[in-house]
């Protein structure tokens, strides 16, 4: 059975950096893209960014375009996020998920993890 698991998420200042990390076990990583989205309290679930299969391709939402920086390594079965000048917007459960073959900006993902609390303050 396919899991994800999320961590790294704390409590931060504005202008401070976070790094997220997604383990996954229990399917074949390197056959999946893989995505982050995140969902502030009162607020839809929202993608954040994406990488192909083989990380050779990434996107990214416009409101972490320049500070955010999502990576993987296959032999790790491993996503990371890397947060920079986080700011008070970006507090949300942050979820990592996997989608088999073909990245996606949208929410049609085969799994999801727990998700992870990211909080900013100001």
């Known amino acids: 059975q396919a899991q994800l698991a999320e961590s790294g998420g704390g409590l931060v200042q504005a202008g401070d950096s976070l790094r997220l990390s997604c383990a996954a076990s229990g399917l074949t990583f390197s056959r999946y893209a893989m995505g982050w989205f995140r969902q502030a309290p009162g607020k839809e679930r929202e993608f954040v960014a994406a990488i192909s299969m083989s990380g050779d391709t990434t996107y990214y939402a416009d409101s972490v375009k320049g500070r955010f920086t999502i990576s993987r390594d296959n032999a790790k079965n491993t996503v990371w996020l890397q947060m920079n000048s986080l700011k008070p917007e970006d507090t949300a459960v942050y979820f990592c998920?996997?989608?088999?073959?073909?990245?996606?900006?949208?929410?049609?993902?085969?799994?999801w993890g727990q998700g992870t609390q990211v909080t900013v303050s100001s």
């Open positions: 998920a996997a989608r088999l073959f073909v990245v996606a900006t949208s929410m049609n993902y085969n799994y």
